[in-house]
């Protein structure tokens, strides 16, 4: 679609690790049976939510007089005229949205809907070059005609059971993330954390969330190895004022790599979906980097998606050293297997309460 380094000057990232794409599908298999296989790749840019925060800003004209205004300012402009002409105006604002569905019900924030009328406007818009000489002579683009259509898009989001499942495996990874870190400012080393996180997930879901125990796995490893990126700031390495906030906003981030995996099922047969990310935000970026995705495996049959990260061998190996056979055999278990099927939300709620509560002890008597 496009050469390696014609995005690397802009604020955009791909998720998957090394180079090149491979693809197959039952449908690709067929069509090589009898010559050769027609593979597609849509290529589509995920709006992370500084970027869409930023939206609104841009087509109000608003002038930047600061450095850094001027830069945020050019790569908000670079990189939609990349959206624009190289990816055919394809773009993914429902992530940023996921991340603000609890504050659009707060009837004092008018915010969210004007980012989302800023998305629905460029993505509307019949000439983007037009429009950025309407911005460069310092006029604003209204937002009014899309304030309707935003409207109905939260209207539509807050009326989704879908949506608010996307919301509530969101708050498992962030669950299990808050306890691998408690596990770290306790002393726990990465195999005795890991045991414990295991039993936690048994104990409190009746169920270990795989993908979900790779994010705390990464959370409890990046703390307690060198830490890098993310992982080297106060508010996680120690309990503090902020410690929660950080580790909401960590919880986002990761939650990424979870709706790519929902966005990469709308694609069948060989047609694929193969996402970049906008990331402003870098806290993102540095997320991204950590996460390597190696593959996706999809099954259309069972409606079941997962992304295999470069190291979950690592993972493997640490859960196998850290968990005794009885476990292993508890979790193997084929009727417990059987019986497994989601977190319950009242449990859900009952133990991110709980464990808050715990990180908040522990930053009052500090």
């Not at 090589?32 to 992370?48: E, F, H, Q, T």
């Not at 596990?183 to 169920?207: A, H, P, Y």
């Not at 084929?334 to 319950?344: L, M, S, Y």
Request: charged share 30%.
């Amino acid at each position: 679609m496009f050469a390696d380094n014609e995005s690397s000057s802009l604020p955009i990232t791909q998720i998957f690790a090394g180079k090149g794409l491979l693809a197959f599908s039952d449908e690709i298999e067929r069509q090589m049976s009898n010559g050769k296989a027609d593979v597609v790749y849509a290529w589509r840019c995920i709006l992370d939510t500084n970027f869409l925060s930023e939206l609104p800003r841009y087509f109000s004209a608003t002038p930047a007089t600061k450095p850094n205004e001027i830069k945020r300012r050019q790569e908000i402009e670079s990189t939609l005229q990349f959206i624009d002409s190289r990816l055919g105006r394809s773009f993914d604002w429902t992530f940023a949205s996921l991340e603000n569905v609890r504050e659009v019900v707060r009837p004092e924030n008018p915010w969210p809907y004007r980012k989302v009328a800023a998305a629905k406007l460029f993505d509307a818009l019949p000439d983007f070059s037009r429009i950025q000489k309407v911005l460069e002579e310092g006029r604003a683009v209204s937002l009014k005609r899309h304030m309707a259509a935003a409207d109905e898009q939260w209207e539509s989001f807050l009326s989704s059971s879908h949506i608010w499942h996307a919301i509530r495996r969101r708050d498992a990874m962030y669950c299990i993330m808050l306890r691998a870190t408690l596990e770290f400012w306790k002393g726990s080393n990465i195999d005795e954390g890991m045991l414990r996180l295991v039993k936690f997930c048994l104990n409190t879901f009746n169920l270990v969330p795989m993908k979900e125990l790779y994010f705390g796995w990464k959370m409890l490893t990046g703390l307690t190895a060198d830490p890098l990126g993310i992982f080297d700031e106060a508010d996680l390495r120690r309990p503090t004022d902020k410690s929660l906030s950080r580790l909401s906003a960590l919880a986002w981030d990761l939650f990424l790599f979870r709706w790519c995996e929902t966005l990469m099922t709308e694609f069948k047969e060989q047609y694929f979906f193969v996402p970049l990310v906008t990331t402003l935000d870098t806290e993102l970026l540095s997320a991204l980097r950590l996460c390597p995705v190696r593959a996706l495996l999809m099954n259309d049959d069972a409606q079941a998606v997962e992304a295999i990260f470069e190291d979950e061998r690592d993972l493997a190996e640490c859960l196998d050293r850290a968990l005794p056979d009885e476990i292993k055999q508890l979790i193997d278990n084929p009727r417990r297997r059987t019986a497994q099927k989601k977190i319950a939300n009242h449990a859900l709620s009952a133990a991110i309460n709980s464990l808050e509560a715990e990180v908040r002890k522990m930053v009052s008597v500090k």
